[in-house]
Nanobody, 115 residues
């Protein structure tokens, strides 16, 4: 049973930073594709950043240069460093683990960017 637990969300002022964490006990990063998604009120869930085959990374255009996805295999944790935040990034952020056609989701962590 894959269980993902996100943390690190909160209220931050525009221009601020947050680091999200996704604890993924038992996950072997070499066989699961890990990623971060977000869902803003009234919008569909969308990809933010993810690891692709070979350990490469991909980002949605709006966060390129601002967000960085990383992982620590020893801690079984995936991170999302978010800098230069703006109110458009307010959403619930979810961690996902994918292997073949199986997708596993965490419950999400709320990020609110507001002054």
């Amino acid at each position: 049973q894959v269980q993902l637990v996100e943390s690190g969300g909160g209220l931050v002022q525009p221009g601020g930073s947050l680091r999200l964490s996704c604890a993924a006990p038992g996950i072997i990063f070499s066989i699961y594709h890990m990623g971060w998604y977000r869902q803003a009120p009234g919008k569909q869930r969308e990809l933010v950043a993810a690891f692709t085959s070979g350990g490469n990374t991909t980002y949605t255009d709006s966060v390129k240069g601002r967000f960085t996805i990383s992982r620590d295999s020893d801690r079984n944790t995936v991170y999302l460093q978010m800098n230069s935040l703006n109110p458009e990034y307010t959403a619930v952020y979810y961690c996902k683990a994918q292997r073949y056609d199986m997708n596993y989701w965490g419950k999400g962590t709320q990020v609110t960017v507001s002054s």
